[in-house]
């Protein structure tokens, strides 16, 4: 059978205000439990909570940064469920008029195709605190440090196709709301969980099937693997002539599969109803105008900006500015090398391997953008070639110093003297005598395949220190005996 997999995400940020959202609590990771409560955060009758302005400019510019629609006025809303780390009994949400409206994303795939995904929704709403299982042996304790902590809750359209569009647009989401600095972006830390609503239909079939929500998912590699298990199990019911049960789902990373968690429940299970002790948030034009003239300079601004400034291919731009620390990193690197082309080679390639390998985000390079712009301005005057400056990265990286020292300390300098090269050659030349014999006596083509051996030799023997521009040509005259 065919199927289509349709996707809806609902992406839940933690916003990083300094205080919570309807409390003076500060909002903070690792902290003893129950230290960062107040009564209103414990849930105390009686206990007022008072709406945090920060949340509601960063709910703001983030409305701006998807093209939505602003809610001019936004109501909060009891959402009621009974969980012991919920003492209020209900959450404040958003429901019927959330502070963000309809908006959407331009996302882009790795096969360079635009895919434009809806986004219904984003809503404010507090967290809730958290249950501990395992520190206490047969009780649970609770910590509520976490909750009234700001999220906004964006859920997106069932626009999403496949795996790999729903990492893209998750992917865009992180992107966009840490160019904002309105989220850290932590998501090992719970400040991005995810949560996936995913169905199947029979290709061509225009009504969705019923669907099953994975709930807080943390990882991209995650989203990415419970959809594609997901996507499995939905199919192997489907063509057994069963059908999917609507529930909400577990991924679990070990076994790599989902599992029933509970019954999905409907919006009226939840008795939605305005908020009493809140006020709704009335917004002026002025107000949302002005966030939107201080939006700093957002991912697909700064992916056109790297092409017409720089000169960047649309590849290598969008890489560079899908995360704010690497495209301060690039341009910081280019202020000192002015060959954006060379620079974005080398965050891209070397840079971006080493940071793979050590598995580090750019954040903590230990090689600063302003060093590794002096390192490439040593291979663009000459005094190094490419593969010297590999390992010159690498001992900066080892905290050998800067790359002019470990040239000095390691006597690293490109022999770029003519007669020095000639000497190497002439050397090699001489203790190669059946091939330069061979090569004398071949046509155009053979040269030009024989010629890689002689280069690779002299190359061997200056330690990788001769300039390879210069060999080639200079070879070429000798072996000829010019
Ligand atoms: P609820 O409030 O019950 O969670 P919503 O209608 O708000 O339900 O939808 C939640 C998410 O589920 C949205 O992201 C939406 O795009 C997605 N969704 C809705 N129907 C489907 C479906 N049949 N298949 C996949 N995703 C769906
Ligand atoms: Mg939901």
């Not at 003492?87 to 404040?92: F, M, V």
Request: proline content about 4%; overall charge negative.
């Amino acid at each position: 059978m065919n199927w289509e997999v349709v996707i809806g995400l609902e992406i839940h940020t933690q916003l990083s205000t300094k205080s919570k959202l309807f409390s003076g609590a500060a909002v903070g990771f690792g902290a003893e439990p129950n230290t960062q409560t107040t009564l209103v955060d414990l849930g105390m009758p009686g206990a007022l909570p008072v709406f945090n302005k920060e949340a509601l400019r960063m709910a703001v510019m983030f409305g701006h940064a998807i093209n939505a629609e602003i809610g001019m006025t936004s109501v909060f809303a009891r959402k009621n469920y009974f969980y012991p780390d919920l003492p209020k009994g209900y959450q404040t949400s958003q429901m019927d008029h959330p502070i963000v409206g309809k908006g959407y994303l331009d996302v882009m795939l790795d096969d360079g195709t635009t895919s434009r995904i809806g986004i219904t929704r984003a809503h404010l709403e507090e967290d809730a605190g958290k249950s501990l299982h395992e520190d206490f042996q047969g009780m649970t304790g609770i910590d509520l440090n976490r909750s009234s902590t700001p999220l906004l809750e964006i859920v997106s359209e069932p626009d999403i196709r496949s795996a790999k569009e729903a990492v893209a647009y998750v992917k865009m989401i992180h992107s966009i709301v840490t160019y904002l600095g309105i989220c850290d972006g932590n998501m090992a830390e719970g400040s991005m969980r995810c949560d996936i609503n995913l169905s199947l239909r029979p290709k061509g079939q225009k009504e969705y099937g019923t669907r099953t929500e994975i709930k807080n998912v943390n990882s991209f590699r995650f989203i990415e693997k419970a959809i594609y298990t997901e996507i499995e199990r939905q199919a192997d019911i489907l063509e057994d002539g069963g059908r999917i049960i609507q529930e909400t789902r577990l991924y679990d990373p070990e076994k790599n599969e989902t599992r029933s968690m509970r019954s999905k429940e409907d919006a009226n299970d939840y008795r939605y109803f305005p908020c009493p002790d809140l006020l709704p948030v009335v917004l002026t034009q002025v107000y949302v105008d002005d966030i939107k003239a201080s939006l700093p300079e957002l991912p697909s601004q700064k992916a056109a900006r790297f092409q017409s400034e720089h000169g960047l291919s649309e590849y290598d731009a969008n890489v560079l500015s899908s995360s704010r620390a690497m495209a301060d990193y690039f341009e910081t690197a280019n202020a000192v090398v002015k060959d954006p082309k060379l620079t974005a080679n080398w965050v891209m390639g070397e840079l971006s391997k080493l940071l793979n390998q050590e598995q580090l985000d750019i954040e903590n390079c230990p090689v600063n953008a302003t060093a590794f712009g002096e390192l490439l301005v040593r291979i663009q005057d000459n005094t190094i070639n490419g593969k010297t400056a590999k390992d010159i990265l690498q001992a900066m990286w080892d905290g050998e110093g800067s790359a002019d020292e470990i040239i000095e300390a390691k006597g690293l300098k490109q022999v770029t003297d003519t007669g020095a090269i000639e000497a190497m050659i002439q050397t090699i030349l001489n203790a190669n005598t059946a091939q330069v014999e061979q090569y004398r006596a071949s046509d155009e083509d053979k040269r030009k395949k024989m010629i890689g051996f002689f280069v690779g030799q002299v190359m061997k023997a200056s330690q990788g220190k001769a300039n390879p521009g210069m060999v080639n040509p200079i070879l070429v005259k000798m072996l000829k005996g010019e």
